[in-house]
């Protein structure tokens, strides 16, 4: 294994860390080597999805070719096997974010199904008319709707933690909001739109002195930092496998046990009962009570490859990498005169937000397409964040750990072309 | 940059950095908003119409600069032609950013042809065509309409 250390003199001066190969590891995702339009491809989109390593793609191959049957049901060995790589997974997933019990772990879809079944499973039976749920002015379209929809069944209120100019959220504000008694705090650890990190410790510790339970969409926090359940101390956190170099259509919902215990079930349906008559059902019990019918097997076999691999390079390493990048980043593209940045938290990972000029951000996406690098152009699913910014989208350059110094100079170089060419 | 050169053609960038026919119209006798929510483009067109013939129309808006040069060019070619023609003229631009364009001659659309790059760009469809659906919405007066219809 050579993804750490080792790294040849020639790539040390080229990337902003010595810990970690980056050309060994990004021949280890082979899309990277694919040419777009003619170009060699740069991409800087992960944070709508990240590509995925030949040990992902190969786990997933594998299962299918060798391995595949129902799990928790058979008395044959595939279905054995099945079952031990199903569980497996589930058991190295909850060591990769230290939850205390493998019963915390629960595989949805993705955060979106996640935050969807504690809108549906923990808040809906608790919330009244007039009470609150709060969220942040930072969230994704996912962590908003859900309780909105929840709002207007119930007659409740959502209230939302304001921006600050920096894009940070108004931590005195937020406290306001808390002593009001939300039913429940939902809020990002990373921003998808900006690349804030929210101070997690901080609010988890402020809205439990209220007794308001905090549910964390972890998303984008995922591929970019070390998180540790037991250090963050919030209730539920949610991801999906996509967005950490894993299988889309599969992610997961952590629960503190006590907390999971009290969730009414989600969806009906096999797997998640112990018996079944006309009269009456006995449910199942966690995790298995969350997960009625038969699982994203595949998809959990895949997540469980990323969670190896990730384990495998270390996120301590990812993290002092992506630090640097990031930072080189922020720095060169700010220096681009037309170039306006768009959230400038202290606190930031893998994403820089920004608008060229008078150039509308799809334009940009364009011109940027044409020469093999891919970003996000548009509102990231993040209306009220562009609003609150006065925009109405931005380009949005998303990085991973594969991603290089030399790939944000030809990002800089290409915006600088942009600006020329609409002048 | 040659593909890049025949999307973002001249004219295109032009009428983007000078839209003609743009602002506000008072006693019109169609409005309507377009909008497409993927990217957010917003277009709002005004139709004076008499007897069957566009005697003056004029659009405002924020957008790509494909979406806003449509919209430009789409008001220069429109005026003093009839509804019928305009209907054709819509089908015939339509039938060229997507690429089957049998009818898409330069005789028929004139400036418009420069909008034929857009088709290797089958993403930036809805952004050539939201102000000619808008339009559509306009001599029908129904007030909005999006590209996802």
Not at chain 1, 297 to 320: C, F, P
Not at chain 1, 393 to 419: G, H, I, K, M, P
Not at chain 2, 82 to 92: A, M, Q, T
Request: with cysteine; net charge negative.
């Amino acid at each position: 294994m050579t993804r750490l250390g080792s790294t040849p003199p020639s790539a040390q001066s080229a990337n902003p860390s010595a810990g970690l190969n980056i050309d060994f590891i990004r021949s280890e995702f082979p899309v990277l080597a694919r040419k777009i339009r003619g170009k060699q491809l740069v991409y800087l989109d992960n944070a709508a999805s990240t590509q995925k390593p030949q040990q992902v793609i190969d786990a997933i191959s594998n299962y299918y070719s060798q391995s595949h049957s129902n799990v928790h049901r058979g008395v044959h060995t595939l279905s054995q096997e099945a079952t031990d790589l199903y569980e497996g997974a589930r058991g190295r997933v909850g060591k990769f974010i230290g939850a205390q019990d493998t019963r915390e772990i629960i595989f949805v879809r993705g955060a979106t199904e996640a935050i969807n079944l504690v809108a549906h499973s923990f808040v809906r039976p608790l919330l009244k008319p007039g009470d609150e749920i709060a969220i942040s002015g930072l969230e994704h379209h996912s962590n908003i709707v859900p309780w909105q929809l929840l709002c207007e069944e119930k007659g409740s209120k959502l209230a939302v933690i304001p921006v600050t100019d920096n894009g940070e959220i108004d931590t005195q504000e937020m406290k306001k909001i808390l002593a009001r008694r939300p039913r429940i705090l939902a809020i990002n650890h990373v921003s998808n739109a900006l690349g804030t990190v929210n101070p997690l410790r901080e609010i988890v510790t402020a809205a439990h002195s209220e007794g308001v339970p905090v549910m964390v969409d972890g998303a984008q926090a995922m591929p970019h930092l070390a998180v540790d359940m037991q250090q963050l101390g919030c209730d539920f956190y949610c991801f999906s496998g996509h967005k950490m170099f894993g299988p889309t259509g599969i992610g997961v919902l952590y629960g503190r046990l006590d907390m999971l215990e009290s969730l009414v079930p989600y969806q009906g349906g096999g797997d998640m009962i112990l018996s079944v008559s006309f009269e009456g059902t006995i449910f199942n019990e966690l995790p298995y009570r969350l997960e009625a019918g038969t699982p994203n097997i595949a998809g959990v076999v895949g997540l469980g490859a990323a969670v190896d691999y990730l384990t495998g390079i270390q996120m301590a390493e990812i993290q002092d990498y992506e630090d640097t990048l990031c930072s080189y980043a922020l720095e060169r593209i700010d220096a681009i005169p037309e170039v306006r940045i768009i959230g400038k938290a202290r606190h930031r990972a893998g994403v820089v937000s920004f608008l060229v000029g008078d150039v509308h951000p799809h334009d940009v996406g364009t011109i940027l397409d044409q020469k093999g690098i891919a970003v996000r152009a548009g509102h990231h699913c993040a209306q009220p964040v562009m609003e609150r910014f006065g925009v109405p989208a931005t380009v949005r350059a998303s990085f991973a750990f594969y991603n290089t110094r030399q790939e944000v100079d030809t990002l800089c170089e290409a915006l600088e072309d942009v600006t020329q060419y609409f002048n | 940059m040659s593909e890049l050169t025949e999307l973002y053609q001249e004219v295109i960038l032009d009428h983007n950095r000078k839209p003609r026919n743009y602002g506000e119209m008072e006693n019109f006798s169609g409005q309507a908003d377009g909008y497409n929510p993927l990217c957010g483009d917003r277009i709002k067109v005004f139709l004076r119409l008499e007897g069957g013939q566009i005697t003056d129309i004029k659009f405002q808006g924020t957008g790509c600069a494909i979406s806003q040069a449509s919209a430009s060019l789409m008001t220069e070619a429109l005026k003093g032609k009839s509804v019928d023609d305009s209907n054709r003229l819509f089908e015939d631009f339509r039938s060229l950013v997507t690429g089957n364009s049998p009818n898409a001659t330069s005789k028929s659309l004139g400036k418009l042809m420069a909008f034929g790059g857009v088709s290797k760009y089958p993403v930036r469809v809805k952004c050539a065509t939201l102000a000619w659906h808008t339009l559509k919405a306009a001599l029908e007066d129904q007030g909005q309409c999006t590209t996802e219809k």
